[in-house]
């Protein structure tokens, strides 16, 4: 079965190590729900000094075309920052349903955890 792509954005927290625990948890449960998720945030740190304004130009430039290659973009965290909001509105002026986390396991029918 071909799994649909789904981007996964999501705010960073205090520490690099919980930043990456995050975004796996996150990547698992969409991968649960029938996905193949996609999320630079948890990858790109390995290879990418975001501290380098060409850097970190470039992983914005990767974001989005990984971003416009998904079916969908799932929104996770309580927070949203402008980072997140440009995702949220690329993916509006593509025509990409964007989603929260707790929707595509309802969507899924898997609405409680």
Known sequence: MKRPLAY?????????HENTKLAAQYCR????????PICPT????????????????????????????????VVCGHTVTEAMKNDIAVAQRLGITA?????????????RR
């Open 42 to 73: 948890l990858y790109q740190p390995l290879f990418l000094n975001d501290a380098v304004p060409e850097e970190h130009k470039s992983g914005i430039d990767m974001g989005r075309d990984l971003l416009r290659r998904s079916h969908v973009l």
């Open 8 to 16: 996964i954005t999501a705010a960073g927290v205090s520490s690099d």
């Open 29 to 36: 449960t969409v991968y649960e729900a029938g996905f193949s």
């Open 99 to 111: 989603t929260t986390l707790e929707g595509i396991l309802t969507v899924k029918g898997q609405g």
